[in-house]
């Protein structure tokens, strides 16, 4: 089976990241999110993937080539302008000829795609989606289904007088591609909105595979320092990148600890990180390549991206710092503060 992953959106929510990065080459634990994509297709013996872009597409070119580093083979299929989810599928028809998975690429899961291809097959089914379930459905696609999988009812974004259960659309799909015919050609179209209710407006066979133990959509700020949370405490099951030195300390190449910092909680380093005397780390911190954490500096529960300059006394909670950034002596960043690549704070700011 091939997979196409959908991976034009602009990622609005999570600017200011977003602004110089698309959302799936974020680095999550210092790894780009679609890395953890292809490591679960491999997973499964699926080798060869289909990139549908749009914004931004050289970075993801210039970041995966052809793919042989990550021992798959990547086509990228380019849309002139945002087609939608439905007219990125349609866009990319050239390489479904067999049922194709699609996956959204800002869904981190521990999807059996094994199991949910033989549930499709099983089903006779033109489209499976895979399920998961949530507390709030209303920023997600709800699904309603019989007993038996079958799909009743798609409603992408309920308000909360229309949510009747809580199970959504986590964003993966098996395609039989007799459907792509159904797409309408070179227009923005989408999948949730347009091609499901549409399916099931003709009675059309559509399953629900309830899946995966984890599952988050990585595509607002407060999502993605959740997903580093839960990598580094073990939840999503994810590998951790870098050497493990201490139980709670993972590291790439050319770090250096000062014996007088207090590392009290977890903590993953890229390469070259420096943590100076007297510094301070608590609860779950991501750190990227070459960055200095600098004497007495206090970290919380935060992620702080590459070539980034943590000065004396300086104060981070639940926070993302981006790249090329400089936080000078005593600033405060608190808690739901996502500071852009290049940003300088000044001495004693309070954010
Ligand atoms: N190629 C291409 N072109 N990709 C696109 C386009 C486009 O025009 N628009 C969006 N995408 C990609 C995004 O990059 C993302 O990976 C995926 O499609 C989903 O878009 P989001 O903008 O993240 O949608 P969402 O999170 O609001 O909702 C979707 O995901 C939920 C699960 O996380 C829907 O599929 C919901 O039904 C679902 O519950
Ligand atoms: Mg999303």
């Known amino acids: 089976m091939k997979a196409l992953i959908l991976i034009g959106g602009l990622g609005t929510r999570l600017r200011p990241f977003t602004c110089n990065t698309p959302k799936p080459l974020l680095p999550i634990v210092n790894k ?5 994509q292809i490591e679960l297709l491999k997973k499964y013996g699926i080798k060869e993937i289909v990139f549908c872009l749009s914004y931004l597409p050289h970075t993801f070119e210039d970041y995966f080539g052809n793919g042989s580093r990550y021992g798959v083979k990547i086509h990228y299929v380019h849309e002139k302008e945002p087609l939608g989810t439905g007219g990125a599928v349609h866009n990319a028809r050239q390489y479904i000829d067999k049922p194709v998975l699609v996956f959204n690429g800002d869904v981190m899961m521990d999807l059996d795609i094994e199991r949910m291809r033989k549930y499709h097959e099983k ?15 209303t920023i997600y696609g709800l699904v309603e289904t019989a007993k038996n999988g079958r799909v009743e009812r ?17 964003g993966a799909y098996i395609f039989d591609p007799s459907v792509i015919s159904l797409i309408p050609k070179g227009v923005n179209y989408s999948l949730e909105r347009g091609l499901f209710p549409g399916l099931l407006a003709k009675k ?13 959509d990585i595509g607002t700020i407060g999502k993605y320092l959740q997903v580093h949370f839960d990598i580094i405490d073990g939840s999503a099951g994810a590998q951790i990148t870098g050497k493990k030195t201490r139980k709670n300390v993972w590291q ?13 909680g977890n903590i993953v380093m890229g390469h070259n990180v420096k ?24 970290l ?5 991206h590459d070539n980034t300059d943590i000065g004396e006394g300086v104060r981070l909670e639940k926070c993302l710092i981006g790249k090329h950034c400089q936080i000078e002596p005593q600033a405060n960043v608190s808690p739901g503060c996502a500071l852009a690549d290049d940003s300088i704070i000044k001495k004693f700011s309070r954010l």
């Open 154 to 170: 798609f409603l992408e974004k309920p308000s909360w007088d229309e949510v009747t259960c809580n199970t959504i659309n986590a």
């Open 204 to 216: 059309e066979k559509i399953y629900g595979y309830v899946s995966c133990n984890y599952w988050i």
């Open 32 to 36: 780009p999110f679609l890395q953890y």
């Open 252 to 264: 790439g190449k050319n770090c250096a600890i000062n014996r007088e910092a207090v590392i009290e």
């Open 300 to 304: 919380t529960d935060c992620v702080i």
């Open 275 to 298: 943590i100076d005397e007297f510094a301070q780390i608590y609860g779950k911190v991501t750190v990227g390549n070459d960055v200095r954490i600098r004497k007495g500096a206090i």
């Open 123 to 137: 089903n006779r089914s033109k489209l499976t989606i895979a399920l998961t379930r949530v507390k709030d459905p």
